[in-house]
T-cell receptor, first 115, second 114 residues
Framework: EADIYQTPRYLVIGTGKKITLECSQTMGHDKMYWYQQDPGMELHLIHYSYGVNSTEKGDLSSESTVSRIRTEHFPLTLESARPSHTSQYLC??????????????FGEGSWLTVV | AQSVTQLGSHVSVSEGALVLLRCNYSSSVPPYLFWYVQYPNQGLQLLLKYTSAATLVKGINGFEAEFKKSETSFHLTKPSAHMSDAAEYFCAVSRSAGRRALTFGSGTRLQVQP
């Protein structure tokens, strides 16, 4: 079992609101990720972090921002939510080392609906 | 660039029947390949992974997958389907350099009929 937690699990907010999706892992993993998944669709990487104070944009352009001040914490923020941001956001983490074969562990996801 | 293609967005089998979910990869270097399962309203759970050791990989819940370089495939199989296997299954490839994040296929929804 992976120890990676996301809050909130479900959120409905109005257009223009600022929201932060929280993600925490207790495994001491250096690498953390945010993926976006529309219902029934594939996952797309939107943010990536190698470690503290290291973040990069992913493959899919996103208006969200992330920060990595602590190893265990990787929050995602939308300054002004829009209906197009409605989606599921999945946080994940993995160890460094062992090349590309490391397992990536996922949280249970945060379902965001912007009305 | 590495990518995976999952053939068939929906697969339906009868309980007790063989499960076969297809995944083909494209990679310029030896890939690392993964199968994840996603149950409704949940995150992804690792089923199994190939990391250049044995070509036949056994995973959880009775699933296994075989890496076939000549066919660039990594199909997921289970001899006998259970109702509890109904879920979305994702094949993924890991990049060999740079971010080493996973690139996912579009997913296959498995339905198990009683």
């Amino acid at each position: 079992e992976a120890d990676i937690y996301q809050t909130p699990r479900y959120l409905v907010i109005g257009t223009g609101k600022k929201i932060t999706l929280e993600c925490s892992q207790t495994m001491g993993h250096d690498k953390m990720y945010w993926y976006q998944q529309d219902p029934g669709m594939e996952l797309h990487l939107i943010h990536y972090s190698y470690g503290v104070n290291s973040t990069e944009k992913g493959d899919l352009s996103s208006e969200s921002t992330v920060s990595r001040i602590r190893t265990e914490h990787f929050p995602l923020t939308l300054e002004s939510a829009r209906p197009s941001h409605t989606s599921q956001y999945l946080c994940a983490s993995s160890e460094s080392g062992q090349g590309a074969g490391n397992t990536i562990y996922f949280g249970e996801g945060s379902w965001l609906t912007v009305v | 660039a590495q990518s995976v293609t999952q053939l068939g967005s929906h697969v339906s089998v009868s309980e007790g029947a063989l499960v076969l979910l297809r995944c083909n990869y494209s990679s310029s270097v030896p890939p690392y390949l993964f199968w994840y399962v996603q149950y409704p309203n949940q995150g992804l759970q690792l089923l199994l992974k190939y990391t250049s050791a044995a070509t036949l990989v056994k995973g959880i819940n009775g699933f296994e997958a075989e890496f076939k370089k000549s066919e660039t495939s990594f199909h997921l199989t289970k001899p006998s389907a259970h109702m509890s296997d109904a879920a979305e299954y994702f094949c993924a490839v890991s990049r060999s350099a740079g971010r080493r994040a996973l690139t996912f296929g579009s997913g296959t929804r498995l339905q198990v009929q009683p």
